[in-house]
């Protein structure tokens, strides 16, 4: 039903969440692994999550994820696919 009610979500939206996603997935992984690197021990590993810490993260991956999005619009690929779900006539 989402490609009724919320079309964009299969083109621009979906794009831009997945992408946002692959860059918090990778930032989380890479200071994971920093802290295993630094601690020897088997202690908890506690990441920063605090809005301080990731608002200036979020502003970094919005304009990238803005540059992505505006790649694959150019590529076509998000063209093709509401084209697909006849959002473009």
Do not use: D
């Given at each position: 039903m989402t490609h009724f009610f919320q079309p964009l979500d299969?083109?621009?939206n979906g794009e831009a969440k997945r992408f946002m996603k692959d860059m918090l997935?990778?930032?989380y992984s890479?200071?994971?692994?920093k802290q295993m690197?630094?601690?020897?021990?088997t202690?908890?590993?506690e990441v920063d999550l605090r809005l301080s810490?990731?608002?200036?993260?979020?502003?970094?991956?919005l304009v990238s994820?803005?540059?992505?999005?505006?790649?694959?619009a150019q590529s076509g690929n998000i063209?093709?696919?509401s084209r697909k779900d006849n959002l473009i006539t």
């Open positions: 299969l083109t621009v997935t990778t930032w890479a200071e994971v692994q690197e630094s601690e020897n021990s202690v908890e590993i810490m990731l608002k200036p993260l979020h502003v970094t991956w994820g803005k540059a992505h999005c505006k790649r694959m063209r093709t696919s």
